[in-house]
């Protein structure tokens, strides 16, 4: 059975360009989440999404945005990047919603210049 | 406001040479306690859940406890394959179904033969 993928797995971009990254979760998987893990801070959360809808989203800036498809594939997009956001970008799927045990993918690592 | 601290931030253990990973938490309501496994280069590994005080889950060379207050990762005669980052993890009570893990940033534990 396949993991859950992401991606691309590695990411250069600029300052205040625009990027969207990619989650392909476990099949028959619903809910797919985002989180940012940085050295300092550790792993924050960004949103989640269950059956196309948002369900809940972190303290993180409006640039930060994503969506889920119908076939529950998900992306997440940072627009007018920062040097800041230069992380790596985790997604995990389950099969629910609701004190699931999370399966990550081994992210996309962002460095933004 | 929810808050997960981890201690220590790093530990070297030589190889049988058991130890313990502590994690404290304050949350409004806790829903759930959860351990992850974190390998270089790749994302979480599920270990445990656990959802009341006094409870205990054990895998192997690892056994996770739960009080009020705090958990637990206990670690019995480790192996090299044992080194990685060990995330601790809660879901406090939000009121609703959610997957949104507080996680803490981590104990890096690096087991010597």
């Known amino acids: 059975k396949a993991g859950v993928t992401q991606t691309p797995r590695y990411l250069i971009k600029t300052r205040g360009q625009q990027v969207t990254l990619s989650c392909s979760p476990i099949?028959?998987?619903?809910?797919v989440s985002w989180y940012q893990q940085t050295p300092g801070q550790g792993l924050q959360f960004l949103f989640e999404?269950?059956?196309?809808?948002?369900?809940n989203k972190g303290n993180f800036p409006g640039r930060f945005s994503g969506r889920q498809f119908s076939n529950s594939r998900s992306e997440m997009n940072v627009s007018t990047l920062e040097l800041g956001d230069s992380a790596l970008y985790l997604c995990?799927?389950?099969?629910?919603?609701?004190?699931?045990?999370?399966?990550f993918g081994s992210g996309t690592q962002l460095s933004v210049l | 406001e929810d808050q997960v601290t981890q201690s220590p931030e790093a530990l070297r253990l030589q190889e049988g040479e058991s130890s313990s990973l502590n994690c404290s938490y304050t949350?409004?309501?806790?829903?759930?306690l959860f351990w992850y496994r974190q390998d270089p280069g790749k994302g979480p590994e599920f270990l445990f859940t656990?959802?009341?005080a006094g409870e205990e889950k054990e895998k192997e060379r690892l056994k996770a406890t739960l009080t009020k207050k705090e958990s637990f990762l206990h670690i019995t005669a480790p192996k090299p394959e044992d080194s990685a980052t060990y995330l601790c993890?809660?879901?406090?009570?939000?009121?609703?179904?959610?997957?949104?893990?507080?996680f803490g940033t981590g104990t890096l534990l690096a087991v010597q033969p």
């Open positions: 949350v409004s309501g806790l829903r759930g």
């Open positions: 099949s028959g998987h619903r809910s």
């Open positions: 995990a799927s389950s099969l629910g919603h609701g004190m699931e045990k999370l399966f």
């Open positions: 999404y269950f059956s196309e809808t948002q369900r």
């Open positions: 656990l959802y009341s």
């Open positions: 993890a809660v879901i406090p009570n939000y009121g609703g179904a959610t997957n949104k893990l507080i």
